[in-house]
């Protein structure tokens, strides 16, 4: 009798063991899901005639209160763009392009003309050049790659307190007349290489790449 109770319980605690594998090895399973699907939940904006599906989490501000057109779209993406790799926050506004310029036209347009003599030191490949602050680019300079045909460009105004990181812009025209107003620390620019094909792969996710 005692051989044959050892053995029940035996098998008990084997099924038991067994079922608790099998649970976690589920809740893990759920949690690689959920951990590589973009935000979770979606909701559709319409921009411009095009519909984009767009994860909750993205929203800046929360997410909308219903499904539907939208004059502007603003999102908060988290990416590998610090320095050295580090993940920081990059805001990215969608909006008409007919309401922007985008950074590479101002470049020649304006901000060419508005260029103080001095050249700042910065991230390899990018050229930093003050702007004057006669037309209201008091404590700006614009970062761009003077070798290209269609340059790296963004804008950045230095903490009003002197501390801290500058706070950069970058307009860039996306398909569908969309444009992408982004904004983010000028530690990222240590990353510009990788910046526009890391956003460009984010929002391909949406459909407004």
């Not at 079922?19 to 759920?30: D, I, P, T, V």
């Not at 603003?74 to 993940?87: C, H, S, V």
């Not at 790296?152 to 307190?161: H, N």
């Not at 398909?175 to 992408?180: D, L, Q, R, T, W």
Request: hydrophobic share 45%.
């Amino acid at each position: 009798m005692g051989f044959t109770l050892a053995g029940i319980m035996l098998a008990i605690a084997m099924v038991g063991l067994s079922a608790a594998w099998g649970l976690g090895s589920l809740l893990q399973r759920q949690q690689t899901v959920v951990a590589s699907d973009d935000g979770g939940p979606r909701i559709s904006q319409t921009l411009l005639g095009k519909q984009l599906s767009i994860p909750v989490s993205w929203f800046r501000d929360g997410p909308p209160r219903a499904e539907g057109f939208a004059s502007g779209i603003d999102l908060k993406l988290t990416l590998p763009l610090g320095k050295k790799g580090a993940l920081t926050a990059i805001g990215v506004t969608l909006l008409p392009l007919s309401k922007v310029r985008p950074s590479i036209s101002l470049l020649d347009g304006v901000y060419l003309h508005e260029f103080m003599q001095e050249e700042l030191s910065g991230p390899p490949g990018l050229v930093g050049k003050p702007l004057t602050a006669t037309e209201g680019f008091e404590n700006e300079t614009v970062w761009y790659d003077a070798l290209s045909a269609t340059p790296f460009v963004a804008k950045c105004i230095a903490a009003p307190d002197g501390q801290g990181p500058a706070q950069c812009l970058r307009t860039v025209a996306l398909s569908g007349g969309i444009a992408a107003v982004y904004s983010f620390s000028a530690d990222v620019l240590d990353g510009w290489k990788d910046f526009d094909s890391q956003l460009s792969a984010r929002l391909d996710v949406i459909g407004a790449s």
